[in-house]
């Protein structure tokens, strides 16, 4: 179907409730479309409701504000993502293996992940069972309970997992483009933490319980839940649940990354076959709705780089030259990168694949787009986060990372309502100021012959 027209469809089916959403006199637009309840309680814990049709479906996020940022202190990294781990080993009322019992009963979908600002925990079950649930998942974590001998096994496993993931050129670049990037700031080691880390992590049981104590606490946790629910029931739930839970976050000590001062380029080895992937990483401010010149990166990324850029048309369809080509920068709490990313078919194509990425980066900081298209990739971005708000687990997955960045989803309306606000010029401008040599770094990754 016509990307036009699914668009045109989805503005048509999205109409009465954006409508609705913004209610008469209100100051600004809307752009999410569902109803929201947001309150804090007492004890620092912040709750995002989201009542939507679902046919009974809900799914339940306990977003936990600490990822590989939080790990400041010299040879204690990995930790965030050891806990993503961790947190399924039960506790004295519900050990793991009642835990997983109930979980499957109840037919739910138990996961996470963890990222550099972020640890997020998932639930996707029948609304029906939500109270089973937040008394599952509340006692998690308030009452995390582990034995130095299992914490050790599970330190082990994660080691494990480092290795695996070292044998995926992706993985291995992006951890070799983190380290090059980054000086003194956390940002510089990926979620997974530094190799000689984890490999002494199973000495480290007593920091793990500090750990625990440090970011596992309500004033640093934000409850998602989204699905066919009430508000009132669900709130009275969450206050039954989590509020007499103490709170008690200590805020990491996270030195500031001083500017960059001139380009950095590192090869990087691959012992295994695969296409060479070039990398160029640009320092880039952090995530704020406020920021014109961070919002019209978005936008420059796509424009650029995206599937309907000229550069894209080049490489990827006309020529096929490139296997993959694609760029954008992550919501982020602190100043991150924008990255640009190539996979060539044939490594002779690697020094001008850079050089085609470099004449588009001169173009665009030299000429403004043009003002139709950019309105149409406006439209297109829009729509696209729209199309994805299907169901409870896609709405509470895609409010993830601009929920821990800021604490809330305020900050949906205030990006979409700043796309609308940019113009060509913004687009020349951001491209002036963040797209510089002195702010990159370039990785090129090769396989073997």
């Given at each position: 179907m016509?990307?036009?027209?699914?668009?045109?469809?989805?503005?048509?089916?999205?109409?009465?409730?954006?409508a609705?959403?913004q209610?008469?006199?209100?100051?600004?637009?809307?752009?999410?479309?569902y109803?929201?309840?947001?309150?804090k309680?007492?004890?620092?814990?912040?709750?995002?409701?989201?009542?939507?049709?679902?046919?009974?479906l809900a799914?339940?996020?306990?977003?936990v504000?600490?990822?590989?940022?939080?790990?400041?202190?010299?040879?204690h990294?990995?930790f965030?993502?050891f806990?993503?781990h961790m947190?399924?080993?039960?506790?004295?009322?519900?050990?793991?293996?009642?835990?997983n019992?109930?979980?499957?009963?109840?037919?739910?979908?138990?996961?996470?992940f963890?990222?550099?600002?972020?640890?997020?925990?998932?639930?996707s079950?029948?609304?029906?069972?939500?109270?089973?649930?937040?008394?599952?998942?509340?006692?998690?974590?308030?009452?995390?309970?582990?034995?130095?001998?299992?914490?050790?096994t599970e330190?082990g496993?994660?080691y494990?997992e480092?290795?695996?993931?070292?044998?995926?050129?992706?993985f291995?670049?992006?951890?070799?483009?983190?380290?090059?990037?980054?000086?003194v700031?956390?940002y510089g080691?990926?979620?997974?933490?530094?190799?000689?880390?984890i490999e002494r992590?199973?000495?480290m049981?007593?920091?793990?319980?500090r750990?625990?104590?440090?970011?596992?606490?309500?004033?640093n946790?934000?409850l998602?839940?989204?699905g066919?629910?009430?508000?009132?029931?669900?709130?009275?739930?969450?206050?039954?649940y989590?509020?007499d839970?103490?709170?008690?976050y200590?805020?990491?000590e996270?030195?500031?990354e001083?500017a960059?001062?001139?380009?950095?380029?590192?090869?990087?080895?691959?012992?295994?076959?695969?296409?060479?992937?070039?990398?160029?990483?640009y320092?880039i401010?952090?995530?704020d709705?406020?920021?014109r010149?961070?919002v019209?990166?978005?936008?420059?990324?796509?424009?650029?780089f995206?599937?309907?850029?000229?550069?894209?048309?080049?490489?990827?369809?006309d020529e096929?030259?490139?296997?993959l080509?694609?760029?954008?920068a992550?919501?982020?709490?602190?100043p991150?990168?924008?990255?640009i990313?190539?996979?060539?078919k044939?490594?002779?194509?690697?020094?001008?694949v850079l050089?085609?990425?470099?004449?588009?980066?001169?173009?665009?900081?030299e000429?403004?787009?043009?003002?139709?298209r950019?309105e149409?990739m406006?439209?297109?971005?829009?729509y696209?986060?729209?199309?994805r708000?299907?169901?409870?687990?896609?709405?509470?997955s895609?409010?993830?990372?601009i929920?821990?960045?800021?604490g809330?989803?305020?900050?949906?309306?205030?990006?979409?309502r700043?796309?609308?606000?940019v113009t060509?010029?913004?687009v020349?401008?951001?491209?002036?100021?963040?797209?510089?040599d002195?702010?990159?770094?370039?990785?090129?990754l090769?396989?073997?012959?």
């Open positions: 016509n990307r036009l027209l699914v668009l045109g469809l989805v503005a048509a089916l999205w109409a009465p409730a954006l609705l959403a209610g008469a006199g209100s100051p600004a637009p809307r752009i999410f479309p109803e929201t309840h947001v309150e309680l007492d004890n620092g814990l912040e709750v995002v409701v989201i009542p939507m049709p679902s046919e009974g799914t339940y996020w306990t977003i504000r600490a990822g590989s940022r939080n790990e400041y202190e010299p040879g990294t990995g965030a993502h806990f993503e947190m399924f080993r039960g506790t004295e009322r519900f050990p793991a293996n009642v835990y019992e109930m979980m499957t009963r109840l037919g739910a979908d138990t996961n996470a963890t990222s550099d600002d972020l640890t997020a925990y998932h639930v079950f029948t609304a029906a069972d939500l109270e089973k649930v937040m008394d599952l998942e509340s006692d998690r974590f308030r009452n995390l309970s582990y034995p130095e001998p299992a914490f050790r330190a496993a994660v494990g480092y290795r695996k993931n070292r044998s995926n050129p992706w291995l670049l992006h951890e070799e483009i983190q380290q090059t990037a980054f000086d700031h956390t080691h990926t979620a997974m933490g530094y190799e000689a880390d992590m199973p000495e049981y007593a920091y793990s319980k750990f625990f104590a440090r970011y596992y606490r309500p004033d946790v934000v998602l839940i989204v066919d629910v009430d508000v009132p029931g669900t709130m009275a739930l969450v206050k039954k989590y509020g839970w103490k709170p008690g200590v805020p990491p996270i030195r500031p001083p960059q001062t001139a380009e950095r380029r590192i090869d990087v080895p691959y012992d295994g076959r695969a296409l060479p992937i070039v990398e160029l990483a320092k401010d952090a995530f709705p406020a920021d010149g961070r019209a990166a978005d936008l420059l990324a796509e424009l650029a995206g599937e309907t850029s000229e550069l894209y048309n080049k490489l990827v369809l096929q030259s490139v296997q080509l694609g760029a954008g992550d919501v982020q709490r602190d991150g990168l924008f990255e990313v190539a996979q060539v044939d490594p002779a194509n690697v020094d001008r050089a085609e990425i470099d004449a588009t980066i001169a173009r665009y900081r000429t403004p787009p043009d003002p139709a950019l149409d406006k439209s297109h971005l829009k696209a986060f729209l199309m708000l299907t169901t409870p687990d896609r709405v509470a895609g409010l993830t990372r929920v821990s960045a800021t809330g989803i305020d900050a949906v309306d205030a990006l979409y700043a796309y609308a606000a060509p010029e913004d020349t401008a951001a491209a002036s100021k963040y797209l510089v002195a702010r990159r770094a370039v990785a090129v090769r396989g073997a012959q």
